[in-house]
């Protein structure tokens, strides 16, 4: 993809001071209950007033969203409060009929991502519009999908683009409910600097009182907007009801958040960076020196069990290994979780060299 400066164009005109802000709740539930919410955002730095109006869901027998009808409320919405609005799209139905409405912004859903046809009928149904539209991760933590996605959609020659982090599923049962996995976003930055990135702490944590730090992350990361979702009455909606926060306190999170710049041109804190960079690089490098030194003794065990006739898992031992990185790692104040990860790394590198020579 060439020319994605032209992707942001859309968010770089609107000469925010402040992160994007798309807020709104998870679903269009009601006339009433859309332009209250609504009306209670209006005088905000929101910008973007999303409601579900088709909802994906994991099982059947739950609400699964007003359909079309709720397309009129959100136009009430942008007539009546001047907000402009937005929607998930899954199919050329919904393209079509969200256009027929006016609907400002689009939005693919994590569960549509995963699929490469559905996301081309979308490209397909959206050719050529002037619409903005966001393209969230997939369910899975698959960086080339997300990337295919929005490939798909350049292609089909819509200009203002974006994607939404929200989080990636997992088996494991963990604090959040889709895990960050923030690397792949910054992957996708590093890849596409230019390409506007949204954060959703909504569905990443799936309960409000989390919502603030992930907000603080995101921005700490450079994203350009978070996208919340917001209810005048969380606990009694229809739909994500642990996760949506009120209006007041969407308010009260905006206000909290501080807002970092990329950069600053004072001598003297370009000065400690560089020389604290230094230092990193000069780590980075002993880190990878270490690491191939392991690996060259690991080689040397792998020779070892191949003369014997040795599995090359031991668990006994690795969990030795393990527990014993996890008390230190801990007295460094690195983190069990971080440790784990490295380590699991490290040790999966470990089996394949010497899977590699007791083949040989
Ligand atoms: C949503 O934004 O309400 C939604 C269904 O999100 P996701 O596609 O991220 O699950
Ligand atoms: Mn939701």
Same mark, same amino acid.
């Given at each position: 993809?060439?020319?994605?400066?032209?992707?942001?164009?859309?968010?770089?005109?609107? #000469?925010?001071?402040?992160?994007?802000?798309?807020? $709104?709740?998870?679903?269009?539930?009601?006339?009433?209950?859309?332009? &209250?919410?609504?009306?209670?955002? !209006?005088?905000?730095?929101?910008?973007?007033?999303?409601?579900?109006?088709?909802?994906?869901?994991?099982?059947?027998?739950? =609400?699964?969203?007003? #359909?079309?009808?709720?397309? *009129?409320?959100?136009?009430?919405?942008?007539?009546?409060? $001047?907000?402009?609005?937005?929607?998930?799209?899954?199919?050329?139905?919904?393209?079509?009929?969200?256009?027929?409405?006016?609907?400002?912004?689009?939005?693919? $859903?994590?569960?549509?991502?995963?699929?490469? =046809?559905?996301?081309?009928?979308?490209?397909?149904?959206?050719? #050529?519009?002037?619409?903005?539209?966001?393209?969230?991760?997939?369910?899975?933590?698959?960086?080339?999908?997300?990337?295919?996605?929005?490939? &798909?959609?350049?292609?089909?020659?819509? !200009?203002?683009?974006?994607?939404?982090?929200?989080?990636?599923?997992?088996?494991?049962?963990? *604090?959040?409910?889709?895990?960050?996995?923030?690397?792949?976003?910054?992957?996708?930055?590093?890849?596409?600097?230019?390409?506007?990135?949204?954060?959703?702490?909504?569905?990443?944590?799936?309960?409000?009182?989390?919502? =603030?730090?992930?907000?603080?992350?995101?921005?700490?990361?450079?994203?350009?907007?978070?996208?919340?979702?917001?209810?005048?009455?969380?606990?009694?909606?229809?739909?994500?009801?642990?996760?949506?926060?009120?209006?007041?306190?969407?308010?009260?999170?905006?206000?909290?958040? &501080?807002?970092? *710049?990329?950069?600053?041109?004072?001598?003297?804190?370009?000065?400690?960076?560089?020389?604290?960079?230094?230092?990193?690089?000069?780590?980075?490098?002993?880190?990878?020196?270490?690491?191939?030194?392991?690996?060259?003794?690991?080689? #040397?065990?792998?020779?070892?069990?191949?003369?014997?006739?040795?599995?090359?898992?031991?668990?006994?031992?690795?969990?030795?290994?393990?527990?014993?990185?996890?008390?230190? $790692?801990?007295?460094?104040?690195?983190?069990?979780? =971080?440790?784990?990860?490295?380590?699991?790394?490290?040790?999966?590198?470990?089996?394949?060299?010497?899977? *590699?020579?007791?083949?040989?």
């Amino acid at each position: 993809m060439e020319n994605t400066k032209e992707m942001r164009s859309w968010l770089d005109d609107m #000469g925010l001071d402040h992160p994007l802000v798309i807020a $709104g709740p998870c679903s269009a539930e009601t006339e009433a209950q859309v332009m &209250r919410i609504a009306n209670e955002l !209006k005088d905000t730095d929101v910008n973007y007033y999303r409601a579900g109006i088709w909802k994906p869901r994991t099982r059947p027998g739950n =609400f699964e969203g007003v #359909g079309a009808l709720g397309l *009129k409320w959100l136009q009430k919405v942008k007539e009546e409060t $001047g907000l402009k609005t937005a929607t998930e799209v899954a199919n050329r139905a919904h393209v079509e009929l969200a256009l027929e409405h006016d609907i400002d912004l689009l939005w693919i $859903g994590a569960r549509s991502t995963v699929s490469p =046809f559905i996301v081309q009928e979308i490209a397909d149904a959206l050719e #050529g519009t002037d619409k903005v539209v966001l393209i969230k991760n997939p369910v899975n933590p698959d960086l080339s999908l997300w990337l295919g996605a929005v490939e &798909r959609l350049h292609t089909a020659n819509i !200009k203002k683009l974006g994607v939404i982090h929200r989080g990636f599923s997992s088996y494991e049962k963990t *604090k959040y409910r889709n895990i960050p996995e923030w690397q792949l976003a910054i992957d996708l930055q590093t890849r596409f600097p230019d390409l506007p990135i949204i954060n959703d702490p909504s569905h990443i944590t799936g309960k409000r009182d989390m919502i =603030f730090d992930v907000s603080q992350t995101a921005l700490d990361l450079n994203f350009d907007g978070l996208m919340i979702e917001t209810h005048h009455d969380p606990d009694n909606a229809w739909s994500d009801a642990a996760q949506q926060v009120t209006p007041d306190r969407l308010v009260q999170i905006m206000t909290d958040l &501080r807002i970092r *710049k990329e950069s600053d041109s004072e001598a003297e804190y370009n000065s400690k960076l560089s020389n604290l960079r230094a230092q990193i690089d000069i780590l980075d490098h002993q880190l990878i020196d270490t690491l191939g030194k392991r690996m060259k003794v690991s080689d #040397g065990i792998g020779q070892l069990k191949k003369q014997k006739n040795v599995a090359v898992l031991q668990s006994n031992r690795w969990n030795q290994i393990l527990g014993a990185m996890i008390l230190e $790692g801990e007295t460094k104040g690195l983190s069990e979780e =971080f440790v784990l990860k490295m380590f699991k790394a490290i040790h999966q590198e470990s089996i394949n060299h010497q899977e *590699k020579i007791i083949k040989a």
